[in-house]
């Protein structure tokens, strides 16, 4: 708990008077400490290239094993990205890189494509150690220390270590992001309310009192479940309740692509675009079902 409380205050002092490249620079060496301590893992564990192309492509959900419904599991790892808040926050950060205008747009969609591709060689990285050293064998994963112990029998102490490094800096980042992007999405919305100036943002939205409330908020409050909650559990349950708000997320996102007078009629929907965006929002309410379900019966076991 003491460890919490010092890396919620190295945080706190990061993000309630940011400056975003600061920021961005963490962002960096957390990312290059995640990249070799989960593909290192991965690699050195050792996998199967065609075993893993069958698995990402055949859209099947293995047999429910250990303490977690592998459904549950499914949708809280969709639920990580697809239906994160953060993805609401990403707009703040192409302000902050000084990214605005459609003279940015190309740039902006690279370096979404370039997160989406981490993001996805991240997710199968981790995929791989659960298929190499769990699925199939029996063994049950618990808590983060059961994956840590699993990989140090293979690996050695070494294995390890590295592992619990990249799982540091999935979290810091994390609580990092949360504490920038949320609290300026809060801060945003409050003044938009406060306010009804619907410009664009034109003022420092760090330097406002809601910023730091939220900052304070978002970053310091978890800290209560210290001790208390089990961490996979707690993020699985996290995650797959966020997948609850994929509807409103994917519905907003159709509506203001879809209509000129909130993006311009050069870049507003063409007829397949909304067909897409369309499959996409009935694919979130069914997401959103299943998530509740799931939710219900992991619940429901405890």
């Known amino acids: 708990y003491i460890w919490q409380v010092l890396c919620v205050g190295i945080v706190v002092l990061i993000v309630f008077k940011p400056i975003y490249h600061r920021a961005e620079m963490i962002f960096k060496a957390m990312l290059a400490l995640m990249a070799a301590s989960l593909l290192g893992c991965a690699v050195w564990v050792g996998f199967e290239p065609l075993a893993l192309a069958k698995a990402v492509f055949a859209l099947e959900i293995p047999e429910d094993e250990g303490p977690?419904?592998?459904?549950?599991?499914?949708?809280?790892?969709?639920?990580?990205?697809?239906?994160?808040?953060?993805?609401?926050?990403?707009p703040y950060f192409l302000e902050q890189k000084g990214w605005k205008g459609p003279e940015y747009r190309k740039v902006q969609r690279y370096d979404f494509i370039l997160a989406i591709i981490v993001m996805v060689v991240f997710n199968l990285a981790v995929w791989t150690l659960g298929a190499e050293l769990v699925y199939g064998t029996g063994?049950?994963?618990?808590?983060?220390?059961?994956?840590?112990?699993?990989?140090?029998?293979?690996?050695?102490?070494?294995?390890?270590?590295?592992?619990?490094?990249?799982?540091?800096?999935?979290?810091?980042t994390s609580i990092v992001g949360a504490g920038l992007g949320l609290a300026y999405l809060g801060s945003h919305a409050w003044h938009l309310w406060r306010t009804k100036d619907c410009e664009s943002l034109g003022f420092d939205l760090s330097a406002s009192k809601a910023y730091r409330y939220l900052t304070l908020w978002i970053v310091v409050s978890p800290l209560i479940w210290g001790g208390r909650a089990e961490f996979v559990s707690l993020t699985l349950i996290a995650n797959t309740f966020a997948l609850i708000l994929v509807p409103a997320l994917a519905g907003g996102l159709w509506w203001i692509t879809a209509r000129a007078d909130f993006i311009g009629s050069e870049y507003k929907n063409k007829w397949w675009e909304n067909v897409f965006m369309g499959f996409v929002f009935a694919l979130a309410l069914y997401g959103m079902v299943e998530a509740a379900k799931s939710i219900y019966e992991q619940l429901g076991g405890f």
């Open 68 to 90: 977690f419904g592998a459904l549950i599991v499914t949708l809280g790892m969709i639920g990580a990205v697809g239906g994160s808040f953060m993805n609401l926050a990403y």
């Open 139 to 172: 063994k049950k994963i618990e808590s983060i220390n059961d994956m840590a112990v699993l990989l140090g029998g293979v690996l050695g102490e070494p294995g390890r270590v590295v592992f619990l490094v990249g799982v540091f800096a999935a979290v810091f």
